[in-house]
């Protein structure tokens, strides 16, 4: 068997992960341009990640602030905040992305960031022709039920590219169980920031760094057979 694609997750993937001190403080910058300057640290990083709807609509509501209009705030501040870090040099692609470059397969992205800010990323990087489809979410609040673990991006991907038998890689539990629900493969990595992270789930293969994909047999690779 041969993999006919190979999709990615993006941030600890791909690009190195923004601090999660920088995406609370756009959420709190967030919360200020709505007119609320000292909101409780708490609902700060309940809403800077890992969100929910149903949390996102039980902080909005001790604020009197419209869930909607929030989140579009907090995708639009966590986006500048997050293009920032890359242009003062703060995150980068990591040392074994030219991996990638090694894959003979289609290859793509499947992302739980916002769209426009894996874009950016890629296009400041010159390395978004490398990768098709790209799927980030939309700056909606309907977006956050389909992002992973829900399959529903990577399966766009899947039909985008009309193929089936496909290999996932991530670096999160949500990752893997993404990849399981749309009955994909998964390779997760274990970046250093991973390096204490337990899974409750397997996953096909568990690797250090991108450059092991080329040691997988159904990955298919330049001038491999």
Not at 22 to 34: G, H, I, K, N, P
Not at 159 to 171: P, Q
Request: glycine share 6%.
């Amino acid at each position: 068997m041969t993999y006919e694609a190979v999709l990615f997750d993006n941030d600890g993937v791909l690009v190195e992960p923004i601090g999660r001190s920088v995406l609370r403080q756009a959420t709190w910058e967030a919360f200020d341009a709505l007119g609320v300057p000292d909101p409780d640290p708490d609902d700060v990083d309940r809403l800077a990640i890992g969100v929910t709807p149903a949390v996102l609509s039980t902080v909005c509501a001790r604020y009197d602030l419209d869930p909607a209009r929030f989140w579009r705030a907090r995708d639009y501040h966590s986006s500048h905040a997050q293009r920032a870090e890359l242009r003062a040099g703060r995150a980068g692609l990591y040392d074994d992305f030219d991996a990638v470059r090694e894959i003979d397969a289609p290859r793509g992205i499947v992302s739980s960031n916002q769209q426009d800010t894996v874009e950016f990323m890629h296009d400041f990087f010159s390395t978004r022709d490398l990768f098709w489809p790209t799927y980030g979410r939309d700056p909606t609040i309907r977006s956050l039920d389909r992002k992973k673990p829900e399959p529903y991006y990577l399966r766009r991907a899947l039909a985008d590219l009309d193929v089936t038998d496909a290999l996932f890689v991530g670096d999160s539990e949500s990752d893997v169980l993404a990849a399981e629900a749309a009955h994909l493969d998964a390779a997760f990595l274990r970046r250093p920031h991973r390096e204490s992270y337990d899974l409750s789930v397997r996953p096909t293969y568990e690797l250090d760094g991108l450059s092991d994909l080329l040691g997988i047999d159904a990955v298919p690779t330049r001038g491999g057979a």
